[in-house]
C-alpha cells in the first residue's frame, strides 16, 4: 500500500483558487495554476528581496571591500545595509561621524517634525508609543503646557533619534552576529527598514478624533447658546 496518503499533510492549496490540491500535484487540478508549496513560495519572496537589495547601487557602494575598512563599529556593513534599508546613505555615514567624534547628539530633521511617528516609522516602537503616552499624561494634567511639551519633544528627538537609532542598529546586528549568513540576514531585512503602516493608522485616529472633538464641542456650544431653538 502507498504510505504517501497515510500523512495529512500531503496536499497543497494553490495560490489562485485556493482549492486543495495533492501534494505531488504540478498543477492545479481546478484551474490549471502552477503549485507551489508554502516552503518554496517563502523562498522565492526571500530571495527577490535579496537581489533587489544586493543589486542596487547603494548597497554596493557601501559593502566594497576598500569601504568597510573604514567604520570603527563591530559589524559588518551588509548587515547594516540590510537593517536599514532605507536612506543608507545617509545613516552609515552619519553613524560613522558619530562614532569617530564620540558624540553624544546628532541632529536629525525628520526626528524633529516628526518625532514618535519618525521612532515608529523606523520601528523604535518603545521610545515612540512611550512619547506619545507621556505627552498625553502631560498635556492631560497641564492642558496649557501642551505647547512647551511638544516643543521639547521635539527638539530632544531632533536632537538624539540619531543616537538612537545607532543604538537600536548596534543591538539589531550584536543579537544576530553569531547565526548562519542567510538566516541572519532573512532576520534583519524582517526586523529592520521601516513601518509606514502605523505612523498613518496613528495619523487617521488623530484626525478623527480632532473631528470627533471639534463636533462634540460645536454640539455644546450650540446648545448654550441663546439663539438655539
Request: hydrophobic content about 40%.
Amino acid at each position: 500500500m502507498d504510505g504517501r496518503n497515510n500523512s495529512t499533510e500531503n496536499f497543497k492549496y494553490c495560490s489562485k483558487c485556493g482549492k486543495k490540491n495533492s501534494a505531488y500535484d504540478k498543477f492545479c487540478t481546478h484551474c490549471g495554476n502552477k503549485l507551489t508549496s508554502i516552503e518554496d513560495s517563502v523562498k522565492n519572496t526571500v530571495n527577490e528581496v535579496k537581489e533587489g537589495i544586493t543589486g542596487s547601487k547603494t548597497y554596493q557602494e557601501f559593502t566594497k571591500s576598500d569601504y568597510e575598512d573604514e567604520y570603527k563599529a563591530d559589524f559588518n556593513n551588509k548587515d547594516m545595509v540590510n537593517f536599514i534599508q532605507k536612506k543608507v546613505e545617509y545613516y552609515i555615514p552619519t553613524f560613522k561621524e558619530i562614532e569617530d567624534d564620540n558624540k553624544s547628539t546628532s541632529w536629525n530633521w525628520a526626528a524633529f517634525f516628526f518625532n514618535s511617528w519618525w521612532l515608529l516609522y523606523r520601528k523604535m516602537y518603545a521610545y515612540g508609543f512611550g512619547i506619545i503616552a507621556g505627552t498625553f499624561i502631560l498635556t492631560s494634567i497641564m492642558p496649557m503646557s501642551s505647547f512647551v511639551v511638544n516643543i521639547i519633544v521635539a527638539v530632544l528627538c531632533g536632537l538624539y533619534g540619531n543616537i538612537l537609532y545607532l543604538k537600536q542598529t548596534v543591538n539589531q546586528l550584536r543579537s544576530v552576529a553569531t547565526m548562519d549568513s542567510e538566516l541572519k540576514q532573512r532576520i534583519l531585512l524582517s526586523r529592520g527598514g521601516v513601518n509606514i503602516v502605523i505612523p498613518i493608522i496613528l495619523g487617521i485616529i488623530t484626525l478623527l478624533a480632532l473631528l470627533l472633538v471639534g463636533a462634540v464641542g460645536t454640539f455644546f456650544y450650540m446648545l448654550s447658546s441663546p439663539y438655539y431653538y
